[in-house]
């Protein structure tokens, strides 16, 4: 979870969209992708070079790209009601655009589907969409009531799973472990005595739970249920490990002088991206000058292109609130050796 003060208060956010809780998402909202010249001017389409989109979504970085230059884009997302939405699209682009349904952790596999060996750049959007949220009925939010779902290609254990079935040391874990809650014990603790009487199912019902165990102070902008609903989100899709994954393959799928560009918006996430750049561009820590010396690690994968991450504009920000938390990070592969 990404915080971040202005004029005093403090925001915190995901995936370019205020957090639930926060006023300015108590109605839909059109998705505009965030950082969107800045993924561009890294990515540099040119003609007939390829490019994975690894969170299809809305489809706003794919056509970004494919209006740039004559290329190609193949587009991911393991959100069904995603690919479906933009199969309309495909023949627009006479053939330069295929949807795949899959998680970008698979993007290898999703290549060789294609026919394509090696890629040119590979961009990632983090994150839950604003569609997913937007919609009742996928159980991502509190703030509209619906089945406590949370799972972003509708297979697998779902969120009420989670509360209905794990044991309470468990459930406290993910809480504190992916949402950085700090009354994970007490929320743990009531969801195992509540669930005795009745399952939960909704997801009114365990936003509801978790205001009675906090409280919630009056005119208070973020709801309490924030960052329990992060970590059940981010524990039933396994985002962070999916995370892990597509970079490793981004890494073995790019060929040298290809651009691998990542958009994150919260601090777990973020720092998966950093240390893995940071590793495979061969920065290491300061040695002390009283210490052996440190020896050659590897050759660098990648070339390091920002240091610190690109945030966005005032500017932006104010034309687009859902973009307050965003980095991006970007690097180039080097024609270095594919690490294990």
Same mark, same amino acid.
């Given at each position: 979870?990404?915080?971040?003060?202005?004029?005093?208060? !403090?925001?915190?956010?995901?995936?370019?969209?205020? +957090?639930?809780?926060?006023?300015?998402?108590?109605?839909?909202?059109?998705?505009?992708?965030?950082? +969107?010249?800045?993924?561009?001017? *890294?990515?540099?389409?040119?003609?007939?070079?390829?490019?994975?989109?690894?969170?299809?979504?809305?489809?706003?970085? *794919?056509?970004?790209?494919?209006? $740039?230059?004559?290329?190609?884009?193949?587009?991911?997302?393991?959100?069904?009601? $995603?690919?479906? @939405?933009?199969?309309?699209?495909?023949?627009?682009?006479?053939?330069?655009?295929?949807?795949?349904?899959?998680?970008?952790?698979?993007?290898?596999?999703? $290549?060789?589907?294609?026919?394509?060996?090696?890629?040119?750049?590979?961009?990632?959007? %983090?994150?839950?969409?604003?569609?997913?949220?937007?919609?009742?009925?996928?159980?991502?939010?509190?703030?509209?009531?619906?089945?406590?779902?949370?799972?972003?290609?509708?297979?697998?254990?779902? @969120?009420?799973?989670?509360?209905?079935?794990?044991?309470?040391? #468990?459930?406290?874990?993910?809480?504190?472990?992916?949402?950085?809650?700090?009354?994970?014990?007490?929320?743990?603790?009531?969801?195992?005595?509540?669930?005795?009487?009745?399952?939960?199912?909704?997801?009114?019902?365990?936003?509801?739970?978790?205001?009675?165990?906090?409280?919630?102070?009056?005119? #208070?902008?973020?709801?309490?249920?924030?960052?329990?609903?992060?970590?059940?989100?981010?524990?039933?899709?396994?985002?962070?490990?999916?995370? !892990?994954?597509? +970079?490793?393959? *981004?890494?073995?799928?790019?060929?040298?002088?290809?651009? %691998? @560009?990542?958009?994150?918006?919260?601090?777990?996430?973020?720092?998966?991206?950093?240390?893995?750049?940071?590793?495979?561009?061969?920065?290491?820590?300061?040695?002390?000058?009283?210490?052996?010396?440190?020896?050659?690690?590897?050759?660098?994968?990648?070339?390091?292109?920002?240091?610190?991450?690109?945030?966005?504009?005032?500017?932006?920000? @104010?034309?687009?609130?859902?973009?307050?938390?965003?980095?991006?990070?970007?690097?180039?592969?080097?024609? $270095?050796?594919?690490?294990?």
């Amino acid at each position: 979870m990404k915080r971040r003060k202005r004029g005093g208060q !403090q925001e915190v956010t995901d995936r370019g969209r205020p +957090l639930e809780g926060q006023p300015s998402i108590c109605e839909p909202v059109r998705h505009i992708p965030v950082l +969107l010249q800045q993924v561009l001017r *890294a990515l540099t389409p040119a003609g007939a070079e390829r490019f994975i989109d690894g969170t299809y979504g809305a489809g706003g970085y *794919a056509r970004a790209i494919l209006d $740039a230059a004559d290329c190609s884009v193949l587009a991911l997302d393991r959100d069904p009601a $995603a690919i479906a @939405a933009g199969r309309g699209i495909e023949p627009s682009y006479g053939g330069r655009l295929k949807l795949i349904e899959t998680p970008f952790s698979l993007m290898e596999e999703a $290549a060789q589907s294609a026919g394509w060996d090696r890629v040119d750049g590979v961009v990632l959007d %983090l994150g839950v969409s604003s569609m997913q949220l937007d919609e009742a009925e996928r159980g991502f939010s509190f703030m509209r009531d619906g089945p406590l779902d949370m799972r972003m290609s509708g297979t697998g254990p779902s @969120a009420a799973d989670v509360v209905n079935t794990f044991e309470k040391e #468990e459930i406290a874990n993910i809480l504190f472990g992916l949402g950085e809650e700090r009354r994970s014990r007490a929320i743990a603790a009531a969801i195992v005595k509540d669930r005795a009487a009745a399952p939960f199912e909704r997801t009114g019902q365990l936003g509801g739970l978790v205001e009675r165990v906090l409280g919630r102070k009056p005119g #208070e902008a973020k709801h309490p249920a924030t960052r329990t609903f992060q970590a059940l989100r981010l524990y039933v899709n396994d985002e962070l490990g999916e995370l !892990q994954r597509a +970079l490793a393959a *981004a890494e073995r799928i790019l060929k040298p002088g290809g651009r %691998l @560009a990542v958009v994150s918006f919260h601090s777990l996430e973020d720092r998966i991206v950093k240390t893995f750049l940071a590793e495979r561009s061969g920065r290491r820590a300061h040695a002390s000058r009283y210490l052996p010396a440190v020896p050659e690690g590897p050759a660098p994968t990648f070339e390091l292109k920002d240091r610190h991450g690109i945030e966005p504009s005032e500017a932006e920000t @104010a034309a687009n609130p859902r973009a307050r938390s965003a980095r991006l990070r970007w690097a180039v592969r080097t024609d $270095a050796a594919t690490r294990d």
